[in-house]
């Protein structure tokens, strides 16, 4: 529980996990945020970034990572404070 209100209603989810290059990225939020959406691979290095204004609700979107190497890399979804991670796994 968050008491500023300010959480996931729904869990992120990617799937498939493993992949064979896009994951379907699956979350609802309890209020209206601005979200950011990055995936980094091991290194830290950016990929992949996203900004979703001013959102509310059921969040459903993919992310296209065909054109990375088979390794693993860090979805991040943060909106205010909170921050949530997912490993990708990307294998051919």
Known sequence: YQADGRELKQGLVASPNPSNGVFKVQFETAQQ???YLRVTD?????IY??????FNGFYEGDIDL???SSGIYLL???FGEQRYTQK???QR
């Open 49 to 54: 970034s996203r900004q979703v204004k001013s």
């Open 42 to 46: 091991m290194l830290g290095h950016e």
């Open 88 to 90: 990708l796994v990307l």
């Open 66 to 68: 065909s054109g990375k």
């Open 76 to 78: 991040r979804v943060e």
């Open 33 to 35: 945020e601005d979200l």
